[in-house]
Structure formats: C-alpha cells, structure tokens
C-alpha cells in the first residue's frame, strides 16, 4: 500500500462574488503522507478552509483531481462519496455542530449508527472514547451544559468514533481561550503521536502549527512548504 495517503494535484477553485470572481487556489499540489502531522496556514480569506473541504470531498475543486490511497476522488458518485467519508474521514470545525438535544454520548454515537453498527457497540465505543478526551464524567450531558472546551472534545471524539485514517481539522481552537486551545492542541499531538493517526489542521494558532511535523502556507493561490 503507498504511504502516500492524500494527494491534491493542480487544484483551481474560485467564486464569483458580484460581479468580482475571485481565485481562492490556483494549481495546488500537495501529498500528505501516512501518519502526517500537517499544519496550513495563511491569510484570512486566502483559501485555507476551501482547500480542506475540497480534501474531505465536501467541495470538489473547478480543475484539478484528488487521490486517495491513489483512487481518483473526483470521479466517484455523491453516494459513493458520502461512504468514504464515513469510512476514511473525520471532521473537526471550529463551530462544533453538536447536535443540542442529544447528549454528548449520543452525538458521538452518530457515525457509528449511520455505519449500521449496533447501537450498544455504537455506545460502548462513543463511551470509550470520550473517556479518553477526558468527558468519562459528561456522558449524560448535552451540549448546552457543557463549556466551549468540553463541546470541541465531543465533537472530536465523534470524529473519531470509527478511528478514521485522516482526521480534518478548521481552527478548532479558534473560538477558545489559550488554556482549552493548548489543551485540544495537545490532544490533537497526542493522537497523532500515540494513534498514529494523519492529521491536517488549518489553524491561526502558531504555536499548534509550528508544532505540527510539517507546516504548509497558502498563498497567492498556491501551497508552499516552510523548510521545504
């Protein structure tokens, strides 16, 4: 199997804004490795969030392809993608998108159960995992009760309820105060580190990209690597 996990290869996007048509990226190319700890960084507006959804197939690019495992993603069928997401893929945004009436526990059941996993292994596996983001005592709780901290951990441990090879993170230590950012960054490290899990985080937040093993900045369109 290549250790070549995502490659976007001469990637275009633009939006038409008015009359203004705006290109966001403009022939990127990137690989991202198995077990990848990847930072992307850059101007506000320059393209950051678009490039990652277009890596988790949410968007898909106006030229260019992106391979997974080298499988053409782009030629595949909105169903077909829908399942590799589920199957390959976790999300993590800066705004959680918890859903408020279901307890942490059940929203992290959620990809398990669309997967058509039991509910009780859906359970014992969300528990299990928020255990270890450290919510073992929040199970009960819904999103209301818990802290903007405690609501970016659920939402990560339903990223990874079906321990997905490529984790996708959007600043999600943006909307945070230093002490809970540094904790998610650490979490994020961790699970890398000790999971070996690849992940790539668009962030702000220099201390948790320049903590990453590769750091990628977007600009005029294009992907540069610092160090490279």
Do not use: W
Request: charged share 20%; aromatic share 4%; proline share 3%.
């Amino acid at each position: 199997m290549s250790e070549c996990l995502l490659e976007i290869r001469g990637v275009h996007k633009a939006f038409q804004k008015g009359n203004e048509h705006i290109n966001v990226l403009t022939g990127a190319d990137l690989q991202i490795q198995r077990g990848d700890a990847l930072s992307i960084v850059g101007a506000s507006g320059a393209g950051k969030s678009t490039l990652l959804h277009i890596m988790g197939t949410l968007d898909m690019p106006d030229q260019g392809e992106v391979f997974y495992e080298e499988k053409n993603l782009c030629a595949m069928s909105s169903p077909a993608l829908a399942d590799f997401r589920n199957q390959h893929l976790g999300f993590v945004f800066q705004f959680h998108h918890l859903l408020p009436e279901f307890s942490a526990l059940e929203n992290v059941m959620m990809p398990a159960l669309i997967r058509r996993m039991s509910r009780q292994e859906a359970q014992d596996k969300a528990s299990a995992i928020l255990h270890e983001v450290g919510l073992g005592e929040r199970l009960t709780h819904k999103p209301g009760e818990l802290s903007g901290g405690e609501q970016q951990r659920v939402a990560l441990a339903r990223a990874l309820i079906l321990n997905p090879p490529l984790l996708l993170a959007d600043e999600v230590t943006g909307n945070l105060d230093q002490k809970t950012g540094d904790e998610i960054h650490k979490l994020l490290v961790d699970l890398n580190e000790q999971k070996g899990i690849t992940i790539v985080v668009v962030t702000h937040n220099s201390a948790l990209a320049s903590s990453m093993q590769r750091q990628i900045v977007l600009q005029e369109g294009l992907l540069v690597e610092v160090g490279a």
